[in-house]
């Protein structure tokens, strides 16, 4: 999606969909009218709306954020934090890092607790993820050419895996049953869950980024080099179709929890947002200025938060594009992650421990929408 035609991508938009479903009490502001006024809808085209102020969502979230905007980090690894992840019931947060390893911490009530260290790996972790419905497996991917598959109640690596090459990036299907992982070498292997062998192996002819199931599990996402999405069957793995998403390199890809949409990032600092169904693109995001690393939708689909080089993390609302928070950061975002359940954005940058040495990383994990008196 070109940086020029964004305008008319938002003015596509249609009006803002206003519900709550954030488990807490409902802030006053978001009981006022609805920002199309009284009659809760405007005269005019059905796919053209111009923005008459934020949504009751965006006010009633921006009262929550006033006064849950504390960030708080927590010590995990001794260099840099490549990924972070929630379980899927939102009591743990998984973390893997350039030092090898794995850390997970407890959600106590507000701060994370570290319960282990996981060791194993020869190399960097790079990413990693939870199994979607058993909170206590998740898996993590590594440069020494090896997936671990990991038991918090043993805290035991329970299975390792030898692929072909370096691994980069790493996602579990939604009916839990395969482990698809992708390497340097632009080859996805997909690993049955439970024997741990190789089910099928694909070989591209151009750079793959990031990888993903549908909610469906009937097709599979691969963002690339040339700015495209992939989109395949799954299981038989035959392409269905090749969208010209961006100009430039297709970095993230993430998936809404509700099914309706999902969100790609890339170098040219956009971020577009997709109807599953129709396969078209809905809405840019163009408050960042340099590539987009990372992205997460919060758990109930209305918040995407994006970030990059850029010293913040931008969250919009969903349905209209809007500007509903941002994070402050003191350095890059390597990835962010909204908890399940909460509204509680879990991040990790490129911190530099400054006290001693202003080279040596920092590892820390950063967790943000603490109330401000904690």
Same mark, same amino acid.
């Given at each position: ?27 006053? !502001? ?169 089910? !099928? ?65 890339? !170098? ?36 995407? !938060? ?69």
């Amino acid at each position: 999606m070109r940086a020029a035609e964004a305008p008319v991508l938002n003015c596509s938009r249609g009006p803002p969909v206003v519900s709550w479903d954030f488990g807490m009490a409902v802030p006053a !502001a978001a009981m006022g009218p609805s920002a199309l006024g009284q009659s809760g809808q405007a005269s005019m085209a059905p796919w053209c709306s111009v923005s008459s102020g934020p949504s009751r969502y965006v006010l009633g979230m921006q009262e929550l954020f006033r006064g849950h905007s504390k960030t708080r980090e927590f010590p995990a690894h001794s260099a840099k934090v490549h990924s972070v992840a929630w379980s899927c019931d939102g009591r743990r947060l998984a973390s893997g890092s350039f030092d090898k390893t794995a850390s997970v911490f407890l959600l106590e009530k507000d701060r994370l607790v570290k319960e282990n260290n996981y060791r194993g790996h020869g190399d960097s972790v790079d990413q990693l993820c939870w199994h979607p419905s058993n909170p206590d497996l998740f898996v993590t991917a590594s440069g020494d050419k090896t997936i671990r598959i990991w038991d918090v109640r043993t805290t035991k690596c329970i299975a390792t895996v030898n692929t072909k090459g370096e691994n980069i990036n790493i996602c579990w299907s939604p009916d839990g049953q395969t482990i698809a992982v992708g390497n340097k070498d632009d080859v996805v292997t997909f690993i049955d869950a439970k024997t741990h062998r190789s089910k !099928a192996e694909e070989q591209f002819k151009f750079e793959v980024n990031e990888i993903s199931w549908n909610n469906d599990n009937n097709m599979f996402f691969l963002t690339n080099g040339n700015g495209c999405i992939n989109i395949l069957s799954y299981p038989e793995l035959k392409p269905v179709q090749s969208i010209n998403a961006h100009p430039s390199n297709c970095i993230c890809i993430k998936f809404d929890p509700m099914g309706k949409y999902f969100a790609t990032g890339s !170098a040219d600092a956009l971020v577009s947002l997709w109807d599953v169904d129709e396969l078209v693109c809905v809405r840019c995001f163009s408050r960042l200025d340099w590539p987009v690393r990372t992205l997460s939708f919060s758990h109930d689909g209305k918040m995407l !938060a994006s970030a990059s080089e850029d010293h913040f993390i931008d969250i919009a609302e969903v349905e209209t594009g809007d500007k509903l928070w941002e994070v402050q950061c003191e350095s890059p975002t390597f990835t962010v992650a909204w908890h399940p359940k909460r509204p509680l954005l879990a991040f990790a940058c490129d911190d530099k421990d400054g006290k001693y040495d202003s080279s040596r990383e920092a590892g820390t994990v950063k967790l943000f929408g603490l109330p401000n008196d904690a």
